[in-house]
């Protein structure tokens, strides 16, 4: 569920210019994001991992992708806004006991996709492009059949979640 609080804490985040600085000081400010979405909840907050050299870093595991979250840690593989609050919904649903076995799987992965992308839009609209190029990648990272990758291109998703169908 997307909650108008979330909308406020991610506009006040972006007014304090989340790329810049070093390294620490942009953690610092998506530590400050992470923590702000748990509090509202009043759910655990959970350790952010951010690798500082992203480029050259290889995960542990083979199939994790860029990110990925356990019971006590988020981390993530860059400073991406998107990547964490997808990463953060996953953490809520957690948190808040949902499966995420079985047919859940897909349905979780699809939750946590429009739970990110609407709050990325809505609060970066001017970084349509950047967001189109994003969705792009991750429909094509799911495993869909070629009609589902068809149907889901990013004005329809966008209109999809904006709508609240």
């Known amino acids: 569920m997307i909650l108008q609080q979330d ?28 923590n702000n979405l748990c509090m509202v909840r009043s759910i655990e907050i959970p350790k952010l991992l951010i690798h500082r050299d992203h480029k050259r870093f290889k995960w542990a595991r083979a ?10 840690k988020i981390r993530i593989r860059r400073f991406s806004v998107l990547t964490l609050l997808h990463e953060f919904k996953h953490w809520n649903d957690m948190k808040g006991g949902k ?27 001017e970084r349509l492009k950047h967001l189109s190029d994003l969705m792009t990648m991750r429909v094509e990272n799911i495993k869909l059949s070629e009609s589902q990758k068809e149907n889901a291109s990013l004005v329809a998703l966008i209109d999809l979640i904006v709508k609240g169908k």
Do not use: H, M
């Not at 406020?8 to 790329?19: D, N």
């Not at 499966?99 to 839009?121: D, H, I, M």
């Open 7 to 34: 909308i406020e804490i991610i506009e006040v985040f972006k007014r304090c210019s989340p790329w810049s600085g070093t390294f620490e000081r942009k953690r610092e400010k998506f530590l400050t994001l992470l």
């Open 99 to 125: 499966s995420f076995n079985g047919p859940c799987k897909k349905q979780r992965e699809w939750e946590a996709v429009y739970y990110s992308t609407y709050l990325f839009y809505r609060v970066w609209p």
């Open 63 to 72: 199939n994790d992708g860029d990110c990925w979250f356990n019971q006590k």
